[in-house]
């Protein structure tokens, strides 16, 4: 088991730009979560999959982000534009019941 | 909705000691709370979780109690080790919704060997 997988462990980019960042969830797993954290709001909520369904989106801050899931093996979270106020560590997760959930390693996002 | 506060924020031990984290939570009807380690440079990973049916669990060094009644839980962690050094992060989520996870601050452990 590989775990939850993501990429790009690092992005640094300049405002305006678009990012997209991958997420490969642990194999059986139906529930996939995007995070953000950031040392002021903490770890925050974006968007919840389940069998590959957006359930919630309320913790999606703007138009800009949007996050898809295609098939049960890859999500993805873009942001376009972006802005510096987006960087922050983004976390993908994914749970085979809805209350326990495995995190990846993240992607540090930068935007300057 | 629901609201967690997590204290202390930073805490320093010596290796060998004990030390307890503890968080309070504002939802009445929550009723999963797991406890996240994360080291630097990673992601959150799960240590130890409790439902609101059982006041106390324990693994081996770490072991976590729940008072429902005055809506509070506690992570305690035996013989301290430095590879315990990490931020430690509690959550509490309800049956209404019980994907959102609503996380703690976190507290910041040091173990000085």
């Known amino acids: 088991d590989a775990?939850?997988?993501q990429s790009p462990r690092h992005e640094v980019?300049?405002?305006g730009q678009e990012?997209?960042?991958?997420?490969k969830p642990i194999s059986g797993h139906n529930s996939l979560f995007w995070y953000r954290q950031t040392m002021m709001r903490g770890l925050e909520l974006l968007i919840y999959f389940n069998n590959n369904v957006p359930i919630d989106d309320s913790g999606m801050p703007e138009d800009r982000f949007s996050a898809k899931m295609p098939n049960a093996s890859f999500s993805t979270l873009k942001i376009q534009p972006s802005e510096p106020r987006d960087s922050a560590?983004?976390?993908?997760?994914?749970?085979?019941?809805?209350?326990?959930r495995n995190f990846g390693a993240g992607t540090r996002l930068s935007v300057l | 909705?629901?609201?967690?506060?997590?204290?202390?924020?930073?805490?320093?031990?010596?290796?060998?000691?004990?030390?307890?984290?503890?968080?309070?939570?504002?939802?009445?009807?929550?009723?999963y709370f797991?406890?996240?380690?994360?080291?630097?440079?990673k992601g959150p990973q799960l240590i130890i979780d409790i439902r609101s049916n059982v006041g106390e669990k324990k693994d081996q060094r770490i072991a976590v109690t729940l008072n429902k009644t005055a809506k509070h839980f506690s992570l305690h962690i035996t013989e301290t080790q430095p590879e315990d050094s990490a931020v430690y992060f509690c959550a509490a989520s309800g049956v209404d919704s019980s994907y959102k996870l609503i996380f703690g601050s976190g507290t910041r452990l040091l173990v000085r060997p």
């Open chain 1, 13 to 15: 980019t300049e405002m």
């Open chain 2, 1 to 31: 909705g629901e609201n967690v506060e997590q204290h202390p924020s930073t805490l320093s031990v010596q290796e060998g000691d004990s030390a307890v984290i503890k968080c309070t939570y504002s939802d009445s009807a929550s009723n």
């Open chain 2, 34 to 41: 797991p406890w996240y380690k994360q080291e630097l440079g």
């Open chain 1, 89 to 100: 560590v983004y976390f993908c997760a994914s749970s085979s019941i809805e209350q326990g």
């Open chain 1, 19 to 23: 990012v997209t960042l991958r997420c």
């Open chain 1, 3 to 5: 775990g939850v997988i």
